[in-house]
């Protein structure tokens, strides 16, 4: 499924990326986020109708249409620590004065969450966790009454202060997470991940709460290009052409490289597009990569890293030998070994 169309405006765009199983979304702030996933054929829950939302079983999301309105969709790409593999997405930024949560520091009961996605958890209570990230509230809500007695006899500490039982009742209860931004809401329903699980996150939609990231007080990994004064508030992620949901590789798929060229296209920073754009015609001309100067910017050097790894991708499946060669050529001087991933540190600090 193509999430660009000739007409498309993003409201379109996130429409479509709902129903796709190949897309994943999150939401929330660097080290704490909540991500949804679904299954080809996964059945959906009915939902209230507020926004453009998707339900399951397992999770939910729901988009405020009106806020979609004043977002800037940005497309990024990262590099990978598999030096043939890239990571991509969109990010939907808010101007930093729309871009506000609560910032509450403490536990706190918010009430019956009159605003969930389904009717089944309209009557359950929400609890901001007090995580305080700048562009999202962190929650979980339920109905179990052992859970509620212990959260309502901790509200107004911090869920970190080493005798607060708070933390350790909602590991061993499973609350659902619901993370809140300006945007729109993201609401997982599967068991936290820990011992309960395996030691990892469930596969489908899942948190993470990670305090040493949180420590750093970003909104978002360095290693997404967003424009100043903007702050990402979700996140669409289109599926990847070597890696699918689940992370295993797969068979390089030329239709999602393109449904991600088309979103690039339309919404990456001026600069790197025209980047990419003038790798791919040196190589075209035959031309070596001796008499190309290196970006001097983060950004810019990522890209180029990203850009050849892609057309040497798109070569190899083409099977254009010659290409592949000369592809290899600027691989090796541009992103060859001595190329540490660590000049990436966010990536590698969220994702290893």
Aim: with cysteine.
């Amino acid at each position: 499924m193509s999430l660009v169309q000739e007409t498309s405006t993003i409201h379109d765009t996130i429409a479509a990326a709902l129903t796709d199983p190949e897309v994943g979304w999150s939401m929330g702030s660097f080290g704490a986020l909540a991500e949804f996933h679904q299954d080809q054929g996964e059945p959906d829950l009915p939902t209230t109708g507020k926004g453009t939302a998707r339900a399951t079983q397992r999770g939910a999301i729901q988009l405020n249409d009106d806020m979609v309105a004043h977002c800037t969709p940005v497309a990024y790409e990262q590099l990978s620590k598999n030096r043939a593999r890239w990571g991509q997405g969109l990010a939907l930024c808010l101007p930093e004065e729309r871009a506000i949560a609560a910032r509450r520091k403490t536990l706190t009961r918010l009430g019956v969450d009159t605003s969930a996605i389904t009717e089944k958890d309209n009557d359950a209570l929400l609890y901001d966790m007090g995580l305080d990230l700048q562009q999202c509230d962190f929650c979980v809500r339920t109905d179990n009454p052992e859970l509620i007695t212990v959260l309502d006899d901790n509200e107004g500490r911090s869920l970190f202060e080493p005798d607060n039982p708070a933390m350790a009742a909602i590991l061993r209860h499973h609350p659902h997470r619901v993370v809140l931004t300006p945007l729109g809401r993201v609401e997982v329903f599967q068991k936290i991940g820990g011992p309960d699980t395996g030691g990892k996150s469930p596969p489908g939609p899942h948190t993470h709460v990670l305090p040493n990231l949180m420590r750093a007080r970003k909104t978002h990994a360095a290693n997404i290009t967003v424009p100043a004064g903007l702050i990402p508030c979700a996140y669409l992620h289109p599926g990847n052409p070597l890696v699918d949901s689940l992370g295993a590789e797969r068979a390089y798929r030329a239709d999602l490289a393109h449904a991600f060229d088309k979103l690039y296209t339309l919404y990456a920073p001026e600069d790197l597009r025209a980047l990419k754009l003038q790798v791919s015609s040196e190589i075209d001309a035959g031309n070596g990569p001796q008499a190309f100067s290196e970006p001097t910017t983060r950004a810019g050097r990522l890209t180029l890293r990203v850009a050849l790894r892609q057309l040497a991708q798109s070569a190899s499946a083409a099977d254009d030998t010659g290409r592949v060669t000369r592809i290899r050529s600027w691989l090796s001087t541009f992103d060859g070994a001595d190329r540490e991933f660590s000049d990436e540190p966010d990536e590698q600090a969220e994702h290893g």
